[in-house]
C-alpha cells in the first residue's frame, strides 16, 4: 500500500460513516480530496531550518491557544470559550442538525459580544423538488447599475475593496465576446451603440471550482446552489483559478462595513460576514431565494432584465424563457452546464 493509500484509509477512519455518505451525497470524491489534502501536508519536505521554524511556530501557537482558553486573567471569558468553541467546528456538512443549531447560537453571540449586532443567521436547506436557474435578457439591460447595489448591500460584501459578485459589461454592437467588452465604464448609460452582458457565478451543474477544493470548503447543493462554508475554507484560492467564468472573489483583507449597513438576515452559507483569507461568491442570495423570495438583482433591476425560479417547475418564468426563447450560455464547450441562460426579445 502506497504513502497515499495509508492515508487515505486514514482519513477514511477519522470520519464516521453517517459523516462518510453525507460528504458522497454531496460530492462523490470528497472524502478522496479530503485524503489527498492530507497527504499533501504530511508529506511537504522540509530542511532542517524550516521544520525547526514549523515546531516553535505549532509550540508558541498552541501555547497561545490554550492560554486565551484558559488563562485566569481574562482567557476564560465567554468570548474566549465560543472562539474555542469555534476553532474546532466541523465542516458544515458534517455538522449534525443539532451542531448547526448549536454553531448559530455561538456565532449569533460572538457577534453580540464582539460588534454588539443581532444578526438572525438561517440554516435553511434546499427544498425538495426546487433547482434553481436564471436568465438574462441583454435586449433589456440598459447598464444601470441598481443590481450590484442591491448586492453588495444584501450580501455584505466588503466596501474596502469595493468588492461586487455582479459585473456589467459594455459591449460594442456587432461583437459578440467579452474579449472586447469594458467592464469598468463610468459614463451615462445606455451608451449609443452598445449592448449590456452582465456575469456573476453561473452555479454551473459541472462545477469546476469544486473539484479543486483540496478540503472540501465548496460544494453544490441540491438546489443547485454552488456554496462556501467560510470557515473551512483555507484561502489556496484553487477555485478561482478554475472558475472560467472569474465568478468567484477573495478577501486579500479584512472585510470593511459599516455597522450601519450590516444586513442582519443572514445564512451560515450566504451572506454572514466573511474573514480576510477566503474566498467568497454569488449564491444566488440563498438567505432570500430559500425563503420564496427573488435574488435582490432580481428584484432591484428596473427593466426586468433579469429572470428567476425553479427549474424544476413547468409554470415558472425561467421555463417559459428557456422553451420560447432562442437562449446560449457562455463557454457551453467546456461541459460545465451552468444554470445561467441568456436571450433577446
Request: proline share 5%; charged share 30%.
Amino acid at each position: 500500500m502506497s504513502n497515499r493509500e495509508k492515508i487515505a484509509e486514514k482519513v477514511r477512519q477519522w470520519l464516521k460513516p453517517a459523516d462518510r455518505r453525507r460528504l458522497r451525497r454531496d460530492d462523490g470524491g470528497a472524502d478522496t480530496r479530503f485524503a489527498e489534502g492530507a497527504d499533501a501536508v504530511m508529506n511537504k519536505r522540509l530542511d532542517r531550518r524550516q521544520a525547526l521554524k514549523a515546531m516553535v511556530t505549532g509550540a508558541a501557537a498552541g501555547a497561545a491557544v490554550v492560554q486565551t482558553a484558559c488563562s485566569p486573567l481574562g482567557g476564560g471569558s465567554e468570548k474566549a470559550q465560543l472562539n474555542w468553541e469555534e476553532y474546532f467546528k466541523k465542516n458544515y456538512r458534517l455538522m449534525t442538525d443539532e451542531e448547526r443549531a448549536a454553531t448559530v447560537t455561538r456565532l449569533e453571540r460572538l457577534s453580540k459580544l464582539e460588534q454588539n449586532a443581532d444578526p438572525h443567521i438561517q440554516t435553511t436547506p434546499p427544498q425538495k423538488g426546487v433547482l434553481f436557474g436564471y436568465a438574462f435578457n441583454i435586449s433589456k439591460c440598459q447598464g444601470y447599475m441598481d443590481c450590484v447595489k442591491a448586492c453588495i448591500e444584501e450580501n455584505n460584501l466588503d466596501r474596502g475593496s469595493n468588492m461586487q459578485y455582479i459585473r456589467i459589461f459594455e459591449i460594442e454592437n456587432g461583437q459578440d465576446g467579452l474579449a472586447s467588452a469594458n467592464g469598468d465604464f463610468y459614463h451615462e448609460v445606455p451608451a449609443e451603440g452598445h449592448y449590456y452582458l452582465g456575469t456573476q457565478c453561473f452555479h454551473c451543474e459541472n462545477p469546476p471550482c469544486v473539484k479543486v477544493c483540496p478540503v472540501g470548503a465548496t460544494w453544490k447543493e441540491d438546489d443547485g446552489i454552488v456554496v462556501v462554508d467560510y470557515d473551512w475554507c483555507i484561502g489556496c484560492r484553487y477555485c478561482e483559478a478554475a472558475c472560467p467564468y472569474f465568478g468567484r472573489r477573495f478577501n486579500w483583507s479584512t472585510p470593511q462595513i459599516p455597522a450601519d449597513e450590516v444586513n442582519q438576515e443572514q445564512h451560515y452559507l450566504g451572506n454572514r460576514p466573511r474573514k480576510k483569507g477566503v474566498m467568497e461568491k454569488c449564491t444566488f442570495c440563498v438567505q432570500r431565494t430559500r425563503k420564496g423570495k427573488l435574488p435582490a438583482c432580481v428584484e432591484a433591476c428596473p427593466t426586468g432584465a433579469r429572470v428567476f425560479g425553479n427549474l424544476l417547475d413547468p409554470d415558472s418564468e425561467i421555463r417559459y424563457v428557456l422553451a420560447n426563447k432562442k437562449v446560449f450560455r457562455l463557454k457551453e464547450e467546456l461541459g460545465t452546464e451552468p444554470k445561467f441562460w441568456y436571450f433577446t426579445d
